[in-house]
């Protein structure tokens, strides 16, 4: 069955740190790949894509995601973190058999001063 | 531009009764998504609205109903409400089929509470 999984439910970082989140999917073809953000009390605000071409896409707020095919992995990336990244994050995989996108679900970041 | 807009923000129902939730998508969106995200279950899918006809349905039972206007904008229903009902109800925008060709962009949801 097509899925998505991220690996850590939780991550707390200290202010000023890199960042790493995982995500991978279960597919069989090249999906569509999406990272969302989502502060508490909020709808989710979209982050970066990826459909095609370059397999490195820069997003807003200085995130990046590598795509990674060979191991079904589309992880997001932040050289330094700030007290104001502190949210839920999700990554979903959209072209799905199903034809509907599909949320993984989560990664709740915490960010230390 | 302005963004995705839901009402109302937050809701109060009694077991059995029913609710209609609205979106207005973005100007120009011809295509409404509506998730159900909960603490225990993620965002999961309840359907899939293009220029008034819908594309995708999720697994959710019938007593989940949706409809979309001449003008984009979106309802969705929920009939004899039960308290695994109360969940954040979130819609999302986009200009094209969501995941299939394009991005959508989200509101910032409708808070439903069964009591």
């Known amino acids: 069955a097509q899925s998505v999984t991220q690996p850590d439910i939780h ?10 989140l995982r995500c991978n999917y279960s597919y ?4 569509y790949l999406f990272w969302y953000v989502q502060s508490p009390g909020q709808g989710l605000q979209l982050l970066l894509k990826y459909f095609s071409g370059d397999t490195l896409v820069q997003g ?20 330094s973190v700030h007290w104001s990244d502190a949210a839920e994050y999700f990554c ?20 230390i001063p | 531009k302005a963004g995705v807009t839901q009402t109302p923000r937050y809701l109060i129902k009694t077991r059995g009764q029913q609710v209609t939730l609205s979106c207005s998508p973005i100007s120009g969106h011809r295509s409404v998504s509506w998730y159900q995200q909960t603490p225990g279950q993620g965002l ?9 006809t819908q594309r995708n349905k999720g697994n959710f039972p019938g007593r989940f109903s949706g409809r ?18 109360s969940a954040l109800y979130l819609c999302a925008s986009s200009s094209g089929q969501f995941g299939r060709n394009t991005e959508a962009f989200f509101g910032q949801g409708t808070r439903l509470t069964v009591v």
């Open chain 2, 68 to 85: 979309q206007f001449s003008n984009s904008r979106s309802e969705m229903n929920v009939s004899t409400l039960e308290l695994g009902d």
């Open chain 1, 60 to 79: 807003i707020k200085g995130f990046e995601a590598e795509f990674k095919r060979s191991q079904s992995s589309f992880n997001l990336r932040k050289p």
């Open chain 1, 11 to 20: 991550i707390t970082v200290s202010e000023g740190a890199s960042l790493e």
């Open chain 1, 92 to 111: 979903a995989v959209g072209k799905t058999s199903y034809d509907k996108v599909i949320f993984g679900p989560g990664t709740s970041l915490s960010v």
């Open chain 2, 44 to 52: 999961q899918f309840l359907f899939e609205y293009f220029s008034e």
């Open chain 1, 28 to 31: 069989g073809a090249t999906p």
